[in-house]
């Protein structure tokens, strides 16, 4: 018995073959829902509907481009602006700042594994020099952003007091040095799947700058 998928193949593989046998156009039957009435008239109507659906997602990767190439400019603009700073510490409370201010997130901490002790008294800086959970550990040794919601503990870890009022949060390796952990009160800003390119580039431009003369970051053993 021949399966219905080897029959759509082979249509497939043959399109003319209504062309050289128009009988069989007789006996095709259309959907009842349609209001098509002929073939020819139905296919008319599929293409319509697949023309619109196809504008429609054009829609919505033009306003994805647009807003990706608003966000690019302003990351450059925030390298130029925190980059020229003399000191790691000043170059980070700078940084968090801008992050809050000028990029709408919620709450920003940058969890280090060691550095100066001045850094640890920057607002939103945390040192971990000796222990840190394990699943800090494997972020940071797989090297991939994470987004989403975490559990409560993880929320708590990262953020302190302003776990509770967070819903979602992307979690982003900076190199081997540690973890720049933004939060968010909607769980839907941070989500699974959602594009990471900028913030890969704010990863980098932090481990440059903490790479500079002045600068403290683990390399890899």
């Known amino acids: 018995m021949t399966d219905k998928s080897d029959v759509i193949a082979w249509l497939q593989d043959h399109p003319e073959i209504f062309r050289d046998h128009p009988e069989l156009l007789e006996k095709i039957e259309l959907p009842h829902e349609t209001d098509a009435a002929s073939l020819l008239e139905y296919q008319m109507e599929r293409l319509r509907a697949r023309n619109t659906e196809l504008s429609v997602r054009l829609d919505q990767l033009t306003a994805i481009a647009g807003e990706n190439e ?3 400019r302003r990351l ?9 700073t003399r000191s ?9 700042a801008k992050l809050s201010t000028d990029f709408g997130a ?12 001045a850094l640890g008294a920057i607002e939103h800086v945390s040192l971990h020099p000796e222990s ?3 699943w800090v550990d494997k972020l940071i040794e797989r090297e991939r952003i994470e987004c989403g919601r975490l559990t409560q503990a993880k929320l708590e870890w990262l953020f302190g007091d302003q776990a509770k009022a967070l819903g979602s949060a992307a979690l982003v390796p900076v190199g081997f040095s540690g973890v720049l952990a933004i939060g968010a009160r909607s769980v839907e800003r941070f989500s699974p799947g959602m594009g990471t390119l900028f913030l890969e580039l704010l ?8 790479e500079m003369p002045g600068g403290e970051s683990r390399k890899r053993a």
């Open 106 to 117: 919620d709450t920003v901490h940058l969890h280090l594994s060691g550095g100066p002790s």
């Open 203 to 210: 990863a980098n431009m932090i481990v440059y700058r903490l």
């Open 76 to 84: 450059h603009q925030l390298t130029l602006e925190v980059m020229s």
């Open 88 to 96: 790691i510490p000043t170059f980070l409370d700078k940084l968090l």
């Open 70 to 72: 608003k966000l690019m």
């Open 132 to 134: 840190r959970p394990e």
